[in-house]
């Protein structure tokens, strides 16, 4: 079954950086587009960044110029670089996996269980 696991997280002071990693089993990885998406306490899922199968990127306007998502097929991974990291950046991230050119949840079918993120002021 499909299978993605993160890392990658842990306690970072404002400004400081972070490279989030998603290893991915379980499919042909080249032929989905990767998210990453992150929740807060008491927030709902928001999406964060996403790319396509031939490396073209989409970024929410909380993090773009701050964050940059990449991905390696040959190495079923892929990552999300955070630099400049904000106290409001906190939350636990997640990537996932669809075939869907969205940024909707409901659209990716396979999640990851999450890490950890937290940013001290």
């Known amino acids: 079954q499909v299978q993605l696991v993160e890392s990658g997280g842990g306690l970072v002071q404002a400004g400081g950086s972070l490279r989030l990693s998603c290893v991915a089993s379980?499919?042909?990885?080249?032929?989905?587009?990767m998210g990453w998406f992150r929740q807060a306490p008491g927030k709902e899922r928001e999406f964060v960044a996403r790319i396509g199968w031939s490396g073209g990127t989409y970024y929410s306007d909380s993090v773009k110029g701050r964050f940059t998502i990449s991905r390696d097929n040959a190495k079923n991974t892929a990552y999300l670089h955070m630099n400049n990291l904000k106290p409001e950046d906190t939350a636990v991230y997640s990537c996932?996996?669809?075939?869907?050119?969205?940024?909707?949840?409901?659209?990716?079918?396979?999640w990851g269980q999450g890490t950890q993120v937290t940013v001290s002021s």
């Open positions: 379980g499919l042909t990885f080249s032929t989905y587009i």
């Open positions: 996932a996996a669809t075939r869907i050119l969205t940024t909707a949840p409901s659209a990716f079918g396979s």
